[in-house]
């Protein structure tokens, strides 16, 4: 894989031809592909071969370009699911007062036991 984490069409074609060793099938069709295409008036243009029949039917998930765009697509998704929540503003969260950071410094103080840092400590000699 590339290092923006997409497969090359050379990498596509390695792969295909290593499962088509193993498997001794030419069935290109039967591999998912991923294909960079520009939509103007209409249609969709792949910018790269694909290994499709005339009038054959496929199923598409349209995704930006931009991986910025694609994280904010899914983040949004997760969200609009309930799957994942908007963390709270900086201005929506109350500061916690002198008084309460002190009674659970006592609390978690008084956890019977070696602090973490002590058993990583211990643990990595």
């Known amino acids: 894989m590339q ?11 390695m792969i295909i031809g290593i499962v088509d060793e193993k ?3 030419n069935d290109m ?8 295409a ?3 008036n209409g249609v969709l243009c792949p910018l790269t071969p694909v290994s499709l029949k005339d ?3 496929v199923s598409m998930q349209i995704w ?20 994942l929540r908007t963390a709270p503003k900086g201005g ?9 950071l002190r009674e659970m410094a006592a ?3 008084a956890i019977p036991g070696k602090p973490l840092s002590e058993i990583i400590i211990e643990d990595r000699r």
């Not at 290092?3 to 074609?13: A, C, F, I, L």
């Not at 039967?30 to 960079?36: E, F, G, L, M, W």
């Open 3 to 13: 290092g923006d984490g997409y497969v090359s069409n050379r990498q596509q074609r």
């Open 23 to 25: 498997h001794g099938s």
């Open 29 to 36: 069709e039967k591999v998912p592909q991923t294909v960079t």
């Open 38 to 40: 520009v939509y103007s």
């Open 55 to 57: 009038g054959e039917t």
């Open 64 to 83: 930006p370009s931009d991986p910025k765009q694609q994280v904010e697509q899914v983040l949004a998704f997760l969200v609009d699911r309930g799957v």
């Open 92 to 100: 929506d969260v109350e500061p916690i007062s002198e008084e309460k």
């Open 107 to 109: 609390r978690l103080g």
